[in-house]
């Protein structure tokens, strides 16, 4: 039997060890993320582990629910202590959850404490890890993760004043223009003053949104994200755009739908026009739970797993661009039924490569499947590799979380003498760092 996360964790193989031991200590380039680059800028500290690990973290919050806790022990006003007591009693029945694993990799890593999180243990775990903060701000766990890189969610009309280097990491914005769908006028109004330009007409809206991208590049801006339900099924001609647009207030369901098609082709164009490269999250269907969303807010645990697109939307989608006019695309579905249709589908269109295991599908048999998945239907070596999509600054224990099943995968594949070690070896070094690098152009 092996120890309780020991150093083999999820590497059943001699090579499985021999290929992790080459890519453990690379830096991390986490290119997509939600953390707060104020917090980066001001070397934030924390006040205890009950605020550095709940506060904000809906994965945690989930679980939380799932296992009968109160809703005072998660959003409500009950101390860190209480919190931190609530979730580590809930822990020992996630076996085989991703947390159950995140939690004890981090508390191993940020704290040196190796016993497992339990109600029994979780007052002792509290003041030990709270006593190991006190030297523990966010560079230090940038610092010691070695990140190089991180590119943070911003919406066009950020301002970008804490994007910058800082130590050994630099802190670039990601350019997410998801509230443009929405057509809010509030928000089209706030786009238009952020510009400088008249925003009332198509062409106006398009050059407000080139402008703003151009401002985002000159702040570091390398990559873009999207994420919606699914690919649009109707497209439509610029002068149909037009009306459409100026019709805004007015549309169906199915106008919403072209427009929105057509402005996505317009944003991939000016992707490839900056050299952008351009992130596609979707299947997923947001803020299901009407009153606890009213109550709690979005990103609070109220997401859940959408129908797939149908793969002629998708196909649809980048048959409006030429290979010419394609930004190097990055697809995530939150459906993994979608994996095999959209992994043979990159071998159609130049340019585009499958994500990493999102969100739900960040687990253990999820990245196996997102993996083998790859290896079968793409190319698996041109794969980008691990992000975060986290809150939290703790969280970059799940790069060796993937790395630790990227290691086994390919280990498996060497044991059974079907893939040859050394090009296991290099194969596992581009997708932990060198492919993502050379994309970003780091």
């Known amino acids: 039997m092996k120890s309780f996360f020991g150093s083999d964790l999820l590497l059943n193989s001699e090579s499985a060890k021999k290929i992790y031991a080459e890519v453990k200590g690379l830096p ?15 070397d934030a500290k924390f006040q205890n582990i009950g605020e550095l690990w709940l506060s904000g973290d809906h994965y945690k919050w989930r679980a939380m629910r799932l ?61 030990a890890a709270n006593e190991k903060l006190q030297n523990i701000s966010v ?6 993760y070695k990140v190089e890189f991180v590119a943070t969610t911003d919406d066009p009309c950020d301002d970008l004043a804490a994007h910058g280097k800082y130590g050994g990491t630099l802190v670039a914005p990601t350019f997410r223009p998801d509230k443009l769908f929405t057509l809010d006028e509030g928000y089209l109004e706030c786009l238009g003053e952020t510009a400088g330009e008249d925003v009332s007409t ?22 873009s994200d999207h994420g919606f339900c699914r690919f649009a099924q109707y497209y439509v001609t610029h002068s149909t755009a037009e009306k459409l647009y100026s019709e805004r207030r007015s549309l169906s369901e199915e106008q919403k739908e072209a427009l929105f098609g057509y402005l996505l082709v317009e944003l991939a164009r000016l992707y490839k026009k900056h050299h952008i490269i351009m992130q596609l999250h979707f299947a997923v269907t947001r803020n299901v739970n009407g009153p606890m969303f009213a109550t709690c807010g979005a990103d609070a645990g109220f997401d859940v797993i959408a129908d797939r697109s149908p793969i002629q939307n998708v196909i649809q989608f980048f048959g409006q661009l030429s290979d010419e006019e394609r930004p190097e695309t990055i697809l995530y579905t939150l459906n993994d039924s979608e994996l095999p249709a959209l992994a043979c589908l990159t071998g159609a269109f130049r ?23 790859i290896a079968e239907y793409s190319a698996l070596g ?12 703790s969280s970059y224990a799940r790069f060796d979380f993937f790395r630790r099943i990227l290691s086994d995968f390919l280990g498996n594949l060497v044991e059974r003498g079907e893939y040859d070690l050394s090009a296991a070896l290099e194969t596992a070094k581009n997708i932990c760092y060198y492919n993502i690098k050379e994309a970003l152009q780091l």
């Open 351 to 373: 340019h585009v490569k499958m994500g990493a295991a999102w969100w739900f599908n960040d687990t253990v048999q999820g990245i196996r499947k997102n993996l083998s998945t």
């Open 202 to 223: 198509l062409n106006g809206l398009l050059k407000a949104v080139e402008k703003r991208l151009l401002y985002f590049i000159s702040r570091g801006c390398r990559i």
């Open 139 to 144: 560079s230090t766990l940038l610092k010691q």
């Open 382 to 393: 041109t794969n980008y590799g691990m992000l975060t999509d986290s809150r939290s600054f």
């Open 67 to 127: 296992c009968g806790v109160g809703e005072e022990l998660i959003t409500g006003n009950s101390s860190w202590r209480e919190k931190f007591r609530a979730y580590a009693s809930v822990l020992p029945k996630l076996a085989g959850n991703p947390l159950y694993y995140w939690t004890h990799m981090e508390l191993q890593q940020v704290f040196g404490i190796f016993e497992p999180l339990s109600a029994e243990s979780a007052d002792r775990i509290f003041d």
């Open 28 to 42: 991390i380039i986490d290119y997509h993320c939600h953390l707060d680059q104020y917090k980066i800028k001001e």
